[in-house]
């Protein structure tokens, strides 16, 4: 059982980077060809270890979601999960603004065939495939899909002046990628109602870890910091291990709770199948560090 789970993990450990390598994608460093590699235009990417880092970068319009944006995230994000040197993620923004929404202004002429024929948006969903854990690191605004994104990320680590917000309503229309499903699992049914309801209830970056919604509150000059070492830890225990605990505790999310618990006893069975099993377990006994090998 375990050499299927791994076949994966070898395939992507194989793969060859869909376009060029990670530290390739450093816009000032990248002189390729656009039509092969196109230059990044709303990221800032660079590697600290095993960790990939991320940063949106549209600052004049405080980092909102443009299409444009959101696929050179996709992009990006799919060729860290490809890159067998990096362990885990961080996605970020600048210390004003994590991300202040969709795009308003690229989509306020559009209308219902074309969103419901070109299914609008719906490329923002690919990131719950990345494989790799990726914790947010948020700063400053994170509204409507802002929120969205950092909800769609496995560990939040906020500043101590972020604000999380659905303000959708207040243009007329409804959150559309997770603010009306996530934020309820994050911070229950009546403040859901209540931020999404009013468009104008915001929560701080407290009452965000208060609710649940962050896992730390961090001076906002720290955060990215204290999000590369958590994700540096990450990225130095069993692979195949971290991205096993990433799916089990993703079941909770889609499945009745008697299925998830006979998922994370299989998986838990599973474990035993692995060399990296062997030695953490033999490690523990030894008095020593274990040395994983990812497999
Ligand atoms: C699978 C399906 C997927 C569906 C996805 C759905 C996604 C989601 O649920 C829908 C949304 O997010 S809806 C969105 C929900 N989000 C919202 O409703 C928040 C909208 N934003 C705001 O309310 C205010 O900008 C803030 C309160 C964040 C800051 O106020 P402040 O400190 O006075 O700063 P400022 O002067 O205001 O902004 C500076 C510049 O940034 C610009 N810009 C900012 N946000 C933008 C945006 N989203 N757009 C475009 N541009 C945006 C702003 O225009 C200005 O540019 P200008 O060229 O200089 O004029």
Not at 130 to 143: E, Q, T, Y
Not at 145 to 167: H, R, S, T
Not at 225 to 234: H, L, M, R
Request: charged residues 20%; glycine residues 8%; contains cysteine.
């Amino acid at each position: 059982m375990f050499a299927a789970l791994r076949q994966p993990l070898a395939r992507a450990a194989a793969a060859k980077p869909l376009v060029r390598s990670f530290s390739a994608y450093n816009p000032i460093q990248n002189a390729v060809s656009p039509t092969k590699s196109p230059k990044l235009e709303y990221l800032l990417t660079e590697t600290r270890g095993r960790v990939g880092i991320v940063t949106l970068h549209r600052p004049k319009a405080l980092n909102a979601l443009c299409n444009g944006l959101f696929v050179e995230l996709n992009q990006v994000l799919k060729e860290m999960d490809n890159n067998a040197d990096i362990g885990a993620i961080v996605l970020t923004g600048s210390e004003r603004a994590f991300a202040a929404g969709a795009d308003i202004k690229e989509m306020k002429d559009r209308n219902f065939i074309e969103n419901y024929s070109e299914n609008f948006l719906g490329h923002w969903t690919q990131i719950i495939n990345i494989r790799k854990p990726i914790v947010a690191a948020v700063n400053g605004f994170a509204l409507g899909g802002g929120c969205e994104l950092a909800m769609m990320c496995d560990i939040i680590y906020a500043g101590d002046k972020a604000v999380f917000g659905q303000p959708e309503i207040k243009l007329g229309t409804i959150p559309g990628a997770g603010g009306t499903q996530r934020l309820v699992k994050a911070v229950g049914k009546s403040k859901a109602m209540e931020m999404c309801l009013t468009g104008s209830v915001n929560l701080t970056a407290e009452e965000a870890e208060r609710a649940g919604l962050v896992s730390r509150v961090l001076p906002a000059d720290q955060v990215v910091d204290e999000a590369v070492k958590t994700a540096e830890k990450i990225a130095n225990l069993s692979q195949p291990i971290v991205q096993m605990v990433k799916d089990a505790i993703n079941q909770s999310f889609e499945v009745p709770l008697a299925a998830g618990l006979t998922f994370e006893r299989r998986l838990f069975h599973a474990t035993f199948g692995s060399n990296d099993q062997k030695e953490g377990m033999a490690a523990f006994a030894e008095k020593r560090k274990a040395k994983f090998t990812n497999n």
